[in-house]
């Protein structure tokens, strides 16, 4: 694999959150604890994110609220990858389950994926557990028209068919030899859907029915924290932008390990 | 879609909360909850109740609001107009200008104007939605007062108010749109201007205004179209998020609300609506191909 700018870029920038993430909050104090006097006040050199409207340090519940973020993403992207691998080699090389299988996706894929998690986030009651799960469902499809495609491309190559000569049969084909040529799309495709993964979390913690309110999240510290927009902006600004550096990094990682990677994908986006 | 519909209703049906007893309320006794199942159908086969469902959809019946006793149809009619403004004031301008960003930046491929949009359209890509809204909001409503914060004003109200009220939803709901859009755009007019007839163009002399427009982004099109469709399910889940942050009382806002309330059959009928959008754009995405592509046949 060819290391580019762009694959050093967002490791980089994900290093650093995941480092503050993990050793920060021993760092920066504590992110529950109310100081009624010192309520939205603009950042200085004691709270260097401010305070909220219960006076508690936003740098410390944004550097908190990273876990969430970072730790849904990660899991999306590893429990729809390898739902999405398992399904698609299954779809791309039996065709008999091939056609109920893939309309079943077809029929997943039309429900946009927010609403669908929004609905079964605030049906089964909000977890992390739960969010995760919901967010992943509805990116298991994708991963799945992709793996399928690359299957059956994959399935009719010539050094496929002289392994079914030579006695390869069943799993040890799909595993050994058909496999391995769809993890590089695989493992781009698992950095986007991290990437999503992570906005859409924080898009139910926005609209409040996401990982519940005791856990600090970026998503739902800017949810509740809409009502003090006009008077303490930073409350929202700080967690917005270290939601979106976080994606940034995702994204512009992906890029790169979809050039790296293979240099043929690079031009069909 | 009836598959959608299918799923929608299994989704919704064996996750666990019951709505008879989130109806009855608190200090509702077992009896009364069970009364209200009875009266909801809820405590049926769940393939009777789906059939049911279904027979009622495809007569256009999306059944009545648990919570409001008033009819799914009627609610989604008095809340289409916001959103269906709201998504065609953003589509139209956001998809045009990001053919026009993509094809910039595949003219100049891999020079300083390439780069900058590329990283701009990266930058809009990964900001959320919320966000964006929120620094749109401080910096145009509140310090430069150009706009209003938040709210709707109807057509029926006057063209100015109308569109000044959704000039702020329509560049937040847009921005994420455009980016992906001029992505596509620009890696499609790349692999198209590397082919052969393009250095023929070229080579008769034709100006560079004229191959890309002409022949490049006639070639290009059909990723591009393919991918406005597929945008459509982002402005979708932009827009349930853009309308809770301007508070905007449309379609989005209607399926939080009922979220919130457990009202099935609102949440139902308004996802299923949705989804039957996003379909239908995406069919006539497809038969656009005939147009753009002659060599598509169906």
Redesign the interface.
Known sequence: MRINARIRIGLALLGVLILSASAGPLVVGDPFVFKTIARLKPPSSQNWFGTDNFGRDVLARVVLGGRTSLWVGFCVAMTSGILGLSIGVVAGYYRRVDAIVM??M???M???????A???V????ASMLTVILAITIPEVPRVVRLVRSVVLTTRDLAYVDAAVTSGTRGFTLLWRHILPSALPPLIVQATYVA?AAI??E??LG??G?GTPPSIPTWGNM?GTSQRY??VA?WI??FP??A??VA??AV??LG?GLRDGLDPRLS??? | MV??A???FL??HL???DPAAVIAGETASAEEVEGIRVRLGLDRPLVEQFGRWLLQVAQGNLGVSIFSNLPVTQLVLQRVEPTLSLALVTLVPAALIAVGIGVAAAARAGRAVDHGLMILV??A???????TG??L??LFA?QLQWFP?QGYSPLSAGLGPFIKYLILPGITLGLGYVALIA??TR??M??VLAQDYIRTARSKGLGRQEILLLHALKNAAV?VATIIGIGV?ML??GV??TE?LFNIPGMGRL??EA??R?DYPV?QG??LI??AV??LVNLMVDLSYLALDPRVRY
């Open positions: 309309r079943f077809d029929g997943l039309a429900i946009p994926s927010i609403l669908l929004i609905a079964l605030s049906l089964t009651g990437g906005l859409i924080a898009a926005f609209l029915i800017i927009f006009t902006p929202i600004m917005g932008i939601l979106a994606v940034l994204n512009v890029d031009r069909h986006v | 598959l959608v299918l799923i929608v989704l919704l996750s666990p909360g990266m930058l890509l990964s900001s959320p939605v919320f966000v929120y620094a909001v401080l509140i914060v992505r596509v890696a499609s790349l692999e990723p399910a979708i889940s349930v998020v809770s399926v939080v979220i919130a457990r949440i308004v996802t949705f989804s996003y379909v």
